[in-house]
């Protein structure tokens, strides 16, 4: 059976904390065996476990907030905003992303595609 919305939507509520202030563990454990990432899209997708651990450990000693936004989910599919602020000193980089993701029957991400631009970075 499908994962319902709310399963994915817990998914996805759960990837934008981890992501902020998260492990790296954190954030793989919502991920299925097998996914991808492609981030920002346009990229090589990532496809194993070692390229998703070294992705997401750059980002795991930053201090970081993050806030979600719209999301939208249908069959097994969610599409959402959100805005990633990083604190480095006395400054402040924000990126807005819509992420892009498909989910497995138990709502464990299978895909990840992350759109997004040098654009949508901001520096405060």
Not at 1 to 26: C, F, H, P, Q, W
Not at 64 to 92: H, W, Y
């Amino acid at each position: 059976m499908a994962a319902s919305r709310e399963d994915i939507l817990n998914t996805i509520e759960s990837y934008v904390k981890s992501v902020a202030g998260g492990t790296v563990d954190d954030v793989l454990a919502l991920y299925a065996p097998g996914a991808t990432v492609e981030d920002p899209v346009g990229t090589d997708p990532r496809t194993t476990e070692e390229s998703l651990r070294e992705f997401y450990g750059i980002i795991e000693p930053l201090e970081q907030t993050a806030e979600l936004g719209v999301v939208k989910i249908a069959a097994g599919t969610a599409a959402f905003n959100f805005t990633l602020t990083t604190i480095m000193g006395d400054q402040k980089v924000e990126i807005s992303v819509i992420d892009v993701m498909t989910f497995d029957d138990d709502a464990k991400i299978t895909t990840m595609k992350a759109i997004w631009g040098p654009e949508d970075m901001v520096a405060s």
